[in-house]
DNA sequence: TAGATTGTTAATCGATTAACAATC
DNA sequence: TAGATTGTTAATCGATTAACAATC
């Protein structure tokens, strides 16, 4: 059950994927895969396949392979799905109200518990089932329910300052989405900069073969 | 000028953040900066610094570094920003909405020309200042305008049928936000999960120190 | 049993880092 | 000149792939 090796940075990045596909595979009704069958579906050697799996001690069965459910029920485990972390998001901007709105928390692992924005004309307006609350009531809101993650969406200008603020609150982890890299310590910061894969699309169209 | 060997898929995707420090270095009046510095800054060797400038055709000069502004101009024509690549939007919804709005398409090589729905509800309507079109006129509209990239903001059912049909009207670049994967001959897709980061800070947090 | 497929070790490959001569 | 820093080659490291015995 454990993880043999420590798993290596370009594995856990691959988690998602494999979950994807997992999930699909059961919507469609198939109860056993195999390396080959995942690999080839990945893009990826079956090679890989195995060295990843066994890494997060997900196991199969020689000759068989693996089942499709406990495959993926083990990949949930492995990246904390089945322990949902508290999170309250930061900004109810339009990019706020989009990732509250699109973003399928429950379904990553996450439970969003508050929203809160600076913005008098916005507080008690309600987002994703929650009422926008005002930031003044952060700290209080903290000592409550301990967050213990937070989804940034503020201008650049006031991420960082911020992001120091919810450390300070308890929070151990924060989702940036704020169009600028945070340096916290004793925090994950994940930093989405959506811009970044529009200038990959831009260097590849341009490289086109 | 031109790259020395073929820069690495890894080095690629690093160029967006060496651009954005550049700017920074740049807003902040720097002239001169050093592999030594960018290395610090990024948390990266400044030996691997070197290289991947060194693979684009980026050069410094012995004993005083790289000029900021010429760096950021070379990383700029690398990515291919000084050729801006025509872009449309399909799909107008809170999803496309928010992309239109929050991404600075010009800064990132692509000009946004055109936005399409099916809802006749949204027709007449204006998003980022183009108004929304119908999904009948699309046909029509790429034969005279030939846009090279189409951002996809669609529910994942209709995805994959729709990206066929903008190669098959000469669109070569996908940005694709309709969390599903795509696949299609003859064009370059980057697509956008924005979920996976989200479970990535789920198993960092699981697996804090 | 024969065929399939895993789990794991060893081999390969590529990317990162170190080292250093060239030179501003 | 002396100090700094590049550009590039060689060494190291880690990740991917291949191979194969184990076994369902």
């Known amino acids: 059950m454990a993880q043999k090796h420590e798993a290596s940075d370009s594995a856990v990045r691959r988690l998602p994927r494999y979950y994807r596909l997992l999930q699909e595979l059961e919507r469609n009704g198939q109860n056993h895969t195999s390396s080959r069958e995942l690999g080839k579906r990945l893009d990826m050697t079956p090679s890989q396949i195995r060295q990843d799996l066994s890494c997060f001690g997900c196991h199969g069965q020689q000759g068989c392979g693996y089942a499709v459910t406990e495959l993926r029920e ?7 799905l089945e ?15 989009v990732v509250s709105e699109n973003v399928h ?8 518990i508050g929203i809160f924005d600076i913005k008098p004309e916005l507080i008690g307006k309600t987002l994703a089932g929650l009422a926008i609350t005002p930031m003044h009531h952060l700290e209080s809101f903290c000592a409550a329910h301990h967050p213990a993650a937070a989804v940034l969406c503020l201008p650049k200008e006031s991420a960082q300052a911020e992001a120091e603020k919810l450390v300070a609150l308890g929070v151990r982890g924060i989702w940036n ?15 989405v900069h959506l811009d970044d894969s529009l200038m990959t699309l831009s260097y590849k169209m341009h490289n086109q073969t």
């Open 74 to 80: 083990n990949i949930e485990r492995v990246m904390g």
């Open 83 to 97: 322990q949902p972390l508290s999170a309250i998001l930061i900004g109810a901007g339009s990019l706020g109200k």
């Open 105 to 112: 928390f429950e379904q990553r692992g996450f439970r969003l």
């Open 177 to 191: 989405f704020s169009h600028c890299d945070i340096v916290v310590e004793q925090a994950e910061v994940v930093t």
